[in-house]
């Protein structure tokens, strides 16, 4: 192989005149995890609510839960942060248009919300198993007990049903981190963006990805650790994962 | 909202974007998902030949594979394959990989780690009486594998293999990072030459959502038609 090796690269000064290559990818870790926190928010709180949906004794809240998540689920997440960046400030009236234009950090937030909602439908199909695999007892005892329908999911079926879908989330939340790679094409300076620029001012191609690789994977060690502490600390006594 | 939307900007792009843009997407989900499988369905028995190396290779592939974003997977493959080209044909220099078949050696990489998981799945769920009846009738690991375990783990996971080759359709939109004309970037390059990103990105969506709508659709009805049989 004639590539000319250079790792001395990271400490050398970045031509965007902060400071070196490796703050450089420093702050695109950062921002990768800015953006799946925020992204991550979103999945959870209306990927809850669509869920919670799909399991109520409606036929039009079913029917609303069902489009949703069908929706977002089959189209490329590519193609729906081009929705939203460039299709959505157009076909809004102009006013509208122009102030989401001009908003500053269009794409952090585009990609928040974008990716937000795409991993909801998938949160959403996660918690409707969950509290689908919940036995029909629990939701009978509640009501017998005289709780309301609100109630019963509240304090019955959702502390139950999220702990049971814990390990599934844990990897759609890894998901998520993965996904912000995808907002590069509409600007998002994130890890794997700062590790492209990198590659294009410095010419180390392959010192600039391995630093990515390792970033990713150690953000992989972080959360699977975090979570299996989480995981054992919520597990409900009696069951498989409790003690 | 639709007052200065060009359809007619749409039916003119339609030869460019199927002829060249879905064929591209469609001939490389294709390839990449056989691909896919046939690596999988490898590193699949290597994780389960109980040699302990095989399986720790295996494993560490899969778990690279799978905590990557794919995005930052197609820059590796698409800078390294050069070399790797360079490596294998012992060429002075670097050898010039074509986008398709760059592409379809990214996608084949990393879909295998997570056709291989889908693999073992199906092989785990076959009862271990059926490799042991296998190896009483006289025949090898190899055999017992080709005409007993494998077909029937094969048809178990067909659902799923299907589902994820959808999955497969719509990661191949992220060969745009990398500027290969798929259906995408076919739907972007005559959105920007002509200026209407809003009719192509919109018509990009709809052929992508019932492409995918479709096809997850058929691949319910083949999961109750297959789900009795036992």
Known sequence: MNYHWNWHIFFEPNPTGGGSYLDMLLSGLLLTLETSLAAWIIALVTGSIIGVMRTLPSKPANLIGFSYVEFFRNMPLLVQLFLWFFVLPEVLPSAWGLWLKQLPHAPFYTAAIGIGLFMSARVAEQLRAGIGSLPRGQKQAATALGLTTAQAYLYVLLPIAYRIILPPLTSEFLNTIKNTAVAITIGLLELTGQARSMQEFSFQVFEAYTAATVMYLLINVVVVTAMRVIESRVAIPGMIAGK | ?230
């Open chain 2, 1 to 230: 909202m639709f007052a200065n939307f060009d359809f007619d900007v749409i039916r003119r792009a339609l030869p460019y974007l199927f002829l060249d843009g879905m064929a591209f997407t469609l001939t490389l989900t294709a390839l990449s998902a056989v691909g896919g499988i046939i690596f999988g369905t490898l590193i699949a028995l290597m994780r389960l030949s109980g040699q302990k190396l095989l399986g720790r290779i295996a494993g560490l592939y899969v778990d690279l594979m799978r905590s990557l974003p794919l995005v930052l997977v197609i820059f590796w493959f698409y800078f390294l394959v050069p070399y790797i080209g360079q490596w294998l044909t012992g060429a002075s220099r670097p050898i010039k990989v074509g986008a398709f078949a760059s592409s379809l050696i990214t996608f084949i990489m990393f879909e295998a780690a997570y056709f291989s998981e889908i693999m073992r799945a199906g092989i785990q769920s076959i009862s271990k009486g059926q490799p042991a009846a296998a190896s009483a009738l006289g025949l090898t690991y190899g055999q017992s594998m080709r005409y007993v375990v494998l077909p029937q783990a094969f048809r178990n996971m067909l659902p799923v293999l299907l589902t994820q080759t959808i999955v497969l359709f719509q990661d191949t939109s992220l060969v745009y990072v990398v500027s290969i004309p798929d259906f995408l970037g076919a739907a972007s390059i005559v959105g920007q030459r002509d200026g209407r990103l809003v009719e192509m990105y919109l018509f990009a969506a709809l052929v992508y959502f019932t492409i995918s709508c479709v096809a997850s659709f058929g691949v319910r009805q083949l999961q109750a038609r297959i789900a009795i049989v036992r």
